[in-house]
């Protein structure tokens, strides 16, 4: 285990130095020392490395934390290796709220963006679970009904696309094609203090996690309360992954891509995956969002669309690998 997250910890921090060194003005490792020691009198390059590369790398490692553990969070409690955070309806919901705020009120300041997105991403969640209670919970019903919920939420958002102004409807393309491009320090500092704490309790919570995953009727017998288990994953998911979204727009395929790949090199016990898929996950992002400002430079590509390009394969070739298993 310390040897997996040596390297994964390892490899974000050459991401990281990638991600300073590479840009429209090359730096070179002195430069970016010099800039982060303060031992050398460059202001400019104090400006590119500390105001504008390093909180959007650090952002995109928080974002991929958040996705990772949450897809993990999700899997486990439905018991299904295709589910990602989405099947709660927090992606619809987040998406819903954000594009009524920037195309029906356009006088708002975008500083209440993120707000509208987690609001959108935990009401639409609640609804969810509350519409899958039936004298209790199963992941088949919370997985059907969050898909419906998330298809009509999602139909909102088309009709405000469709007969809104043009201007403002771009401003939400934006925003929903998933980019920490506008990363800064306050983004950093508050993303982290959203996810921090339901992380940490997703850790401590594995045991729970790893008895709910052997199912309902196993769970009960060795005297799990399966429903408060399953609400608390829920509600842990929700909020790692509505903040998140909020933050960052729609990042997907990372939820669903960096639990399958921390499950295979860390295990199911989830003492071991969560911290791997968290760390997964700020890989992911963080090379999507290094690939995506290098790749077609000077333009910049989105880091949710990378990351659906890596993604989309991924989810095809776990379909086809799956292929006879029994439904």
């Known amino acids: 285990m310390i040897a997996i997250l040596t390297s994964l910890i390892l490899t974000i921090v050459a991401l990281l130095m990638a991600s300073l060194s590479i840009g429209d003005v090359p730096l070179s490792w002195r430069d970016i020392t010099a800039a982060l020691l303060h031992t050398g009198y460059a202001p400019q390059t104090e400006t590119i490395v500390l105001d504008l590369r390093l909180p959007r790398a650090l952002l995109a490692l928080l974002v ?5 553990a949450a897809g993990a969070l999700v899997q486990t409690v439905m018991r299904n290796p295709l589910a990602e955070p989405g099947i709660l309806g927090i992606n619809a919901g987040a998406a819903l709220f954000v594009t009524v705020l920037i195309v029906a ?4 300041s975008i500083a209440f963006l993120p707000w509208a997105g987690f609001a959108g991403a935990s009401a639409t969640a609640a609804l969810v679970y509350a519409l899958s209670w039936r004298q209790g919970t199963s992941s088949l019903r919370v997985i059907l009904i969050g898909i419906g919920v998330g298809s009509v939420v999602g139909a909102g958002t088309t009709v405000l696309m469709a007969f809104g102004d043009i201007r403002y409807v771009q401003r939400a393309m934006i925003w929903l ?4 491009h506008d990363g800064d320090w306050h983004r950093v500092r508050t993303l982290l203090l959203w ?3 339901p992380l940490a309790l997703a850790c401590m919570f594995w045991r729970e996690l790893d008895l709910i995953r052997l ?3 196993t769970a009960r017998a060795l005297g799990q309360r399966v429903e408060h288990a399953r609400g608390m994953a829920i509600v842990l998911c929700t909020l790692i992954a509505g903040a998140v979204v909020a933050f960052a727009g729609l990042i997907g395929f990372v939820g669903l891509v960096a639990p399958h790949i921390a499950r295979f090199i860390a ?4 003492s071991r995956l969560l911290p791997v898929a968290a760390l997964t996950g700020g890989v992911l992002v963080m090379a999507a969002d290094l690939l995506g400002r290098t790749i077609v430079a000077p333009a910049q590509l989105p ?6 390009l890596i ?11 799956r292929r006879h298993v029994p439904a």
């Open 267 to 270: 295990g199911p016990g989830h």
């Open 64 to 68: 991929g934390m958040g996705l990772g």
């Open 303 to 308: 880091a949710g669309l990378v990351a659906a």
């Open 195 to 197: 996810i921090a704490p």
């Open 215 to 217: 199912g309902d009727q």
């Open 177 to 180: 094609a998933g980019s920490v």
């Open 105 to 108: 009120f356009p006088a708002v």
């Open 311 to 321: 993604g989309a394969p991924f989810f095809g070739w776990l379909l086809w690998r």
